[in-house]
């Protein structure tokens, strides 16, 4: 069985920082790109940035970039979310999710994912 299982999340005041994991299991790691979505209350869930776990290819959203970092650790089967400098409009549940097979990321951030994590909510306070 598939399974992606978010942690890490909670809450942070502004300019504070996080990091989420994405423990995944249930099929070959290294076959799949791995994305970072989040859903703030009343928004629709947007891709944030993926990884390809084959050639550690990466993709960030201009609003995250260079304050956010994914990574892999592929002996754990983990994807990580750096997050520095947060910002009150980060706050949202974040999930992470197996991307399309054949489009990899970042095409596959854009696609609907094959399986979602049940996601992890983070504040972050003014």
């Known amino acids: 069985e598939v399974q992606l299982v978010e942690s890490g999340g909670g809450l942070v005041q502004a300019g504070g920082s996080l990091r989420l994991s994405c423990a995944a299991s249930g099929f070959t790691f290294d076959d799949y790109a791995i994305g970072w979505f989040r859903q703030a209350p009343g928004k629709e869930r947007k891709g944030i940035s993926c990884?390809?776990?084959?050639?550690?290819?990466?993709y960030y959203v201009d609003y995250v970039k260079g304050r956010f970092t994914i990574s892999s650790d592929n002996a754990k089967n983990t994807v990580y979310l750096q997050m520095n400098s947060l910002k009150p409009e980060d706050t949202a549940v974040y999930y992470c999710?197996?991307?399309?097979?054949?489009?990899?990321?970042?095409?596959?951030?854009?696609?609907?994912?094959?399986?979602w994590g049940q996601g992890t909510q983070v504040t972050v306070s003014s």
């Open positions: 990884i390809s776990s084959s050639d550690g290819n990466t």
């Open positions: 999710a197996v991307l399309p097979r054949g489009r990899g990321c970042p095409r596959g951030l854009v696609s609907p994912p094959y399986y």
